[in-house]
């Protein structure tokens, strides 16, 4: 099932988890990378030519949100679109990982 705002900010997904029970997905239906690149109005492939660095897989799963970039990946697609590093992460919630002792 998939529901949207009327904004089309966010998309909920009810998927079936591996022990039978459903959870639920939430995903931003257009990530701050596809808005930066949709106003620049540039394509995927367009992206993808600016930056040698990273695979076009790769810019496609940050483009649906599917990978969050980190390090130098994160750089690179920041500089090739002239912003900062944090608006490609606006609004997106990152996981604490935190070490086992």
């Known amino acids: ?14 998927t079936r988890a591996k022990d039978g029970g459903y959870r639920k997905e939430v995903r931003m239906s257009m990530t701050p990378l596809r808005r930066i690149r949709m106003e620049r109005g540039l394509s995927q492939d367009d992206l993808g030519r600016r930056i040698p660095q990273v695979s076009t897989s790769t810019l496609r799963a940050m483009d ?6 980190t ?25 604490q990982k935190v070490p086992l002792a």
């Open 64 to 69: 649906r949100g599917d990978h969050i970039p």
């Open 71 to 95: 390090g130098r990946t994160l750089l690179h697609v920041a500089r090739a679109l002239n912003v900062s590093p944090a608006e490609l992460l606006e609004g997106v919630e990152l996981e």
């Open 1 to 14: 099932m998939c529901l949207s705002t009327n904004e089309g900010e966010v998309v909920t997904n009810n």
